[in-house]
């Protein structure tokens, strides 16, 4: 809705996150003097939240993270408004709340019911049991739309079928315990990379629940098969959980920070579990305090179940921040007080804490990670085409680790683009060199080799893409395009239907076994492809959803899935048009021109199957449209010339008839039309002035 109304620029949407951070800020606030019953607390509170460095970096991503800090200081408040009241909004917001938390991150399901209970016990026997009921309907509220959503789409998910994938990423063989990790990918890696890499192992198409059930049990079976392994695993999570390293899987902080002085703030984790140690012992006996370390310890169980990462730990704050300044404001009093028997709980709590986030694992900014850092950073200006400073990037990521893989492959691509092939297949071999995403790069090789008509070295090095990686669809796409370039219709319709057994629902891969299939006379075999292309199930729908992602199918770039749609549509209609069936080739090539309404060729069959249905007016306009986007030929012309002479407009036919011999001088289609009008003009029947 945002990007309807103000545009696709970056600046509105990140104003709008850092307005709703603000009330984060100011919810802070309100839970912490709430809870202690002191606006000291609330004010430090409020400012700590405002200056910490990790909300402000991610409230100015397309992340949902940034969301949780409001939504869980909501809950606090709201869930301790309810043990010390008796009214029922209070119990339904509090569950609202944990819902819609809930839908941005589901983790908070583990971490209800310990909140119930907690209220439970604060309402006592006798008074418990209704806003308990109130409470659980209000977290039944936002989440029931949610499970309708999906159980019509055939899948029994409550919230999100992810789950099972990502105990799987943080909880394999190759992880580290921060970066969700697939074995065999690494870090590197796509969901249609996971899901394609689940049906080869089972054997069969997978749903989303599927795919995810397949992971929730490779995650167990390894838990069950490695227990030393897991035990060491879960004990590193732990450690990362209090390092004062913020370790960013969508982008390094550390990195970041140079960009932004705001992430130079003090404020970070480490601190703030210092100063929450540093509190403790002077606020231990407070409810309130229970209540945070309850949230503490059971949300961020749920996180080291998973994988550990700074934008994972922002619901934390929710509960460190107020322990944090209530500390500070409690051990200021009771220095007044001149108290200080709890500071000798404080000051070594403190020290032992603060040798824990610094001796954690996490902290150092590797070469791998600052080149990561600089490739996420070239891909930002690739996707805005600032090519330049993207190459600019991709050369400081090789610099910083020369072995990274994709750099080399990104910046081939960027070479390409800017007219170079020479030097985009030198990238793209140094990419092979270094055993970096070598089925891309030999797929890209193949391409430059087709553009430049190298027959043999475009299908070798096609060949060659599929035979490495066998499960890169890219690989096959791109093969399969240059066997139909090349004539070879039974190879490229044979590659294409390899794929198919990888992904039957990529559009890129229908649309050149349909035209395979089409060009070797199969136009049966063609409809049923082009008609899946065009007019997918609502299963084939959730599923190219979920399978979404971008990536380059040629070196000059991807194609909009809107646009492989349109040229579905395109195909349908001419093949509809050849078999006489006029109306269902009008409806298909209407829709083909309202998805690419730049392709000539839509627009010149459009015009053909309405001169063909008498509508010659609004087949002019068609066949005009198509001159217009470039796609003169003889055969547009020859066709332009008909509605002409169908209007009675013969010297505009005859005129059109020439520029279509202009073109070609042996159509013979145009030369017949010229003699019958001459013929005619001689005979007075028409006029040709």
């Known amino acids: 809705m945002i990007y309807s109304i103000f545009g696709d620029g ?27 019953r002191d606006w000291r607390i609330g004010l430090i509170a409020g400012l700590i939240a405002a200056f910490s460095p990790m909300p402000a970096l991610f409230e100015s991503r397309l992340l949902l993270d940034w969301l949780l800090i409001p939504f869980g200081a909501a809950i606090m408040i709201y869930l301790l408004k309810t043990a010390d009241s008796q009214k029922r909004r209070f119990p339904l917001l509090t569950g609202l709340f944990i819902g819609i938390f809930a839908i941005t991150r589901p983790n908070i399901i583990a971490v209800a019911p310990f909140l119930i209970i907690w209220l439970a016990l604060q309402k006592g026997k006798k008074h418990w049991l209704e806003p308990v009921v109130v409470v659980v309907i209000g977290i039944v509220i936002p989440l029931l739309p949610v499970f309708i959503h999906n159980a019509a789409r055939g899948e029994v998910v409550p919230v999100a079928a992810q789950g099972g994938l990502n105990l799987y990423l943080g909880n394999n063989p190759e992880t580290d315990g921060m970066t969700p990790t697939l074995p065999g990918y690494g870090g590197d890696w796509t969901i249609r990379e996971a899901w394609l890499s689940a049906e080869h192992e089972t054997g069969r198409s997978l749903t989303v629940g599927e795919m995810d059930r397949f992971y929730l049990k490779k995650a167990i079976r390894f838990a069950r098969e490695n227990p030393g392994l897991q035990l060491g695993l879960l004990a590193r999570k732990i450690a990362l ?30 601190l703030l579990l210092i100063l929450a140690a540093f509190g403790l012992p002077f606020i231990w006996k407070e ?45 200021i009093d009771a220095i007044r007080k001149r108290e200080i028997s709890l500071f000798a709980w404080a000051i070594p ?49 090789t610099i910083a680790f020369p072995n990274i893989d994709r750099t080399n492959l990104n910046r081939g691509v960027i070479a390409y683009r800017r007219g170079a092939p020479e030097s985009a297949r030198a990238f793209f071999l140094k990419e092979i060199e270094i055993g970096g995403q070598v089925s891309s790069a030999m797929a890209n090789i193949g391409v430059l080799a087709r553009f430049r008509s190298d027959t043999a070295e475009a299908i070798e090095y096609g060949n060659k893409s599929v035979e490495v990686e066998p499960f890169n669809i890219a690989a096959y796409i791109i093969y399969s395009r240059s066997l139909l370039e090349f004539g070879l219709y039974d190879s490229a319709l044979a590659v294409a239907k390899n794929g198919f057994e990888l992904d039957s629902l990529d559009r ?33 729908v959730i599923r190219q959803y979920e399978l979404s992602g971008i990536y380059s199918v040629e070196a000059a770039g991807s194609v909009a899935d809107s646009v492989l749609m349109g040229y579905a549509f395109y195909n349908l209609g001419l093949i509809q048009n050849s078999r006489g069936k006029y109306g269902a080739a009008l409806e298909n ?9 730049d392709l000539p060729e839509a627009w010149a069959g459009l015009g053909t199957v309405l001169e063909r249905t008498g509508n010659t007016e609004n087949a002019l306009v068609a066949f005009q449209k198509a001159l217009e986007l470039g796609g003169e030929s003889p055969e547009l012309l020859y066709n332009i010339g008909l509605v002409y ?15 279509a011999l202009k073109l070609d001088k042996d159509f013979i289609p145009a030369s017949e039309k010229i003699e019958l009008l001459e013929k005619l003009a001689k005979e007075n029947k028409i006029s040709l002035e």
């Open 589 to 597: 090539l209407v829709r083909s021109v309202e998805l690419v309404p």
């Open 508 to 540: 890129r891969l229908m649309l050149i076994a349909g035209t395979a299939a089409l060009k070797t006379g199969d136009t049966t075999l063609a409809e049923n492809i082009f008609s899946k292309a065009a007019y997918p199930s609502a299963p084939a």
């Open 10 to 36: 970056p600046w509105f949407p990140v104003i709008i996150q850092s307005a709703i951070g603000v009330v984060g800020c100011v919810l802070i606030a309100v839970l912490a003097r709430m809870a202690f």
């Open 287 to 331: 409810r309130a305090t229970r209540l945070f370390l309850l949230w503490l310890i059971i949300y961020g169980a749920t996180i080291v179940l998973f994988f550990v990462n700074a934008r994972f730990r922002l619901p934390l704050l929710v509960g460190v921040i107020p322990i944090g300044a209530a500390g500070i404001v409690r051990a």
């Open 349 to 397: 709590l403190a020290v032992s804490i603060s040798f824990i986030t610094v001796l954690a694992p996490g902290h150092g900014f590797t070469a791998r990670g600052k080149a990561e850092s600089w490739f996420g950073l070239g891909s930002l200006y690739m996707r805005e085409k600032n090519f330049p400073a993207a190459d600019s990037a991709f050369m400081n990521a």
């Open 241 to 270: 959980l209090s390092s004062s390293a913020e370790h960013g899987n969508n982008g390094s902080p550390h990195f970041i920070r140079r960009f932004s002085p705001v992430l130079y703030s003090p404020f970070g984790w480490g």
């Open 645 to 659: 002479a169908r209007q009675e407009k013969y010297f505009e036919a005859y005129e059109t008839f020439q520029q």
